[in-house]
């Protein structure tokens, strides 16, 4: 009864009501597709935040003073490939960031001061270092002019590569007169080793080993930039020319330079 009573009190008043409803019935759509469009930002606005949520991290470029797992793999792979790193320790010091300069410099990439996404491609499918010599003996070291790499050659296999910087063609003088820094191409072989620092008249060498008379070595500098700034000379890192001696016949191992 009191259900009957309280429905026959609203009757009044929702007849009154009518007139009201019907006056804003015009925009009761526009309300009603504003509630679903703020549903639809609020649906869309929890979808992004739960993936950003479960979306990895952005990987930065493997480059010097990072260290982990990335960066042992990478030298991993670059000692596979006769390229020296380093140790095998994860960190990406100098000695790494030349190998890296190597590598690129071989797959024809422009040098980077980080592994670039066209170099990680690379890695998974390089190209061997070019041959300036087919024919130049078992063992033999190769001097690419053009792509500032040493490759040496052991039994016919690819021993080890390295980036170098030679002769960079300008105007210097000495008190023996003055010249153009140029690295001479031809046939050569290995002269004498001088181990240690050794004072030249156009400064010093580490551990030096001489292809023309005791003047042009391949030798350790502190200073192997990409571009080429030596006199003439052929300059390696010195991690590796703490060892090149010990891997080449002196005097004899035949020096092609193109």
Partial sequence: MRRLWMSLLLVPIVAMAVPTAASASPSAPAAAAARTAAAARTAAAA????????APATVRALQP??????????????????YYPGAIDGQFGANTLEAVWAFEEVQGLPAHDYVTSAMKRALAHPRAPK??????????????????????????????ISHVSTGGHYYFCSTGGCAYAVTPTGNYRT????????????????????????????????????APVSHGCVRIPMDIAAFFHKLVTIPGEPVYIR
């Fill in 65 to 82: 003073g990072m260290s982990g797992a990335a960066v042992k793999a990478l030298q991993r792979r670059l000692a596979a490939l006769k």
């Fill in 131 to 160: 041959m300036l010599v087919p024919r130049g003996g078992a063992n033999r070291i190769e001097i690419n002019l053009s792509r500032e790499v040493l490759v040496l050659y052991h039994n016919k296999r690819v021993e080890l």
């Fill in 191 to 226: 002269v004498v080793f001088l181990p240690g620092w050794v004072t030249v008249p156009l400064g010093e060498m580490y551990n030096p080993v001489f292809f023309i008379g005791t003047a042009f070595a391949i030798h350790g500098d502190t200073d192997v930039p990409l």
């Fill in 47 to 54: 979808r992004t935040a739960a993936a950003a949520r479960t």
